[in-house]
């Protein structure tokens, strides 16, 4: 049972002061440094045609597509500068960040501004003459926020195309909203403040009530429920949620290893306080950029190949992602035949969609992804339950 009487009063609150109080610390933070410690320097932009939201991108685009995170700010602020160091810090190390909010606007966000993030970064994938044209990885979708944006990360982890969410300093405020813990069924990580946090006591009753079997990492770091954003580059927080992202959307183990294990990098850091549920770390690349190899022979004339990929493996379930890519000529649609491990089943999938779910399974693009120009990529991917390896993979064109 939650102590969400005077928890939820209290928090409740605090997100009224935070709407404009964070806007105000957002707009000038303290020591920014300009464009991060990544290697992709990095800055914010706005555009046209997603209004009201401030997007994080390396200022000069690298040749690996970028990864996507959609952020919900603190107090819901309408501010997408409210955690500039902080968002700015993990788009230098190749992603794409999205915050709700124009640069120091004002007023309060919803959670569909993060699906409206998701949607924009999509169809600017697709987009023929955008400069994401090809350059978003649309099958690793990262859904995050702190404090009352952790609520609106909550409200959106069931999209399909969503495969992690983040959990900074916030919890459910009510026994009546634990439907959203119950339909988790991608990996999730918490990042608190510790003890002095307010979203302390409701983080860690969200914790006790993830459902069995998915993975799941929770970190305390006592700084309380105001975190490290506004420090040099994001401060710990922001740290720690490079590696993380590194880990789910990039497939890097070493960055991984900080997460999963009983010898995990956090949890001799000698800083962090590290829970664990169903992690490991099969199914990655110890390389920060991972490039499989493909599952069917390149194809040298029009059509399309397929590479498929475990992302993560837990004892009785994976998540698995596919690149299709275009052959010499643009293709209009794509279909992908998958071969199952024996025993393996899929559970959901995202970006395509799924005819049968054991066996031999066909994936067919959705309305945003099937037109592709020539030797550009989409993607798609997919949770199953038992093991993910072995898979044999081919596509055609339609």
Known sequence: MRRRTTVGAVLAALVTTLVTGIMTI????????????????ADYETSTGLPNHTIYRPQNLPTERLPLLVWGNGGCAAS????????????????????????????????????????WAFAENSRSGSKYFGRIDTSRVAVAGFSCGGLEAYAVSADPRVTTTMIFSSGLLNDADDYQLRRLTKPIAYFIGGPSD???????????????????????????????????????????AVLYLKWRLKGDTTAGAQF????????????????????????GTSSPSPSPSPSG??????????????????????????????????INGWRVTLTLPSGATIASAWNAVNTGTSGTVAFANVSYNGRIAAGQTAGFGFQGTGTGSGAIASCAAI
């Open 198 to 240: 307010i979203a302390y006591p409701n983080a860690m009753d969200d914790w006790g009530k993830l459902p069995a079997g998915l993975p799941a990492f929770m970190g305390n770091l006592n700084v309380g429920h105001g975190g490290t954003y506004d420090q040099v580059n994001g401060g710990e927080f922001a740290r720690v």
């Open 260 to 283: 999963a294990g009983p010898d995990c990098g956090l949890c001799r850091s000698g800083q962090w306080q590290v829970q664990q549920k169903n992690l490991t770390l099969d199914g």
């Open 26 to 41: 957002g707009a000038t933070p303290a020591d920014a440094a300009v464009g991060g410690s990544g290697p992709y320097p």
């Open 297 to 330: 022979s390149p194809s040298t004339g029009p059509g399309c190949t397929a590479t498929y990929t475990v992302q993560d493996q837990w004892n009785g379930g994976f998540v698995a992602g596919v690149v299709v890519t275009a052959g010499s000529a643009a």
């Open 80 to 119: 997408g500068t409210a955690q500039i160091n902080f968002l700015r810090e993990i788009s230098s190390h190749g992603f794409l960040a999205i915050a709700n909010g124009a640069p120091n606007g004002s007023g309060s966000t919803t959670s569909q501004m993060l699906t409206q993030s998701i949607d």
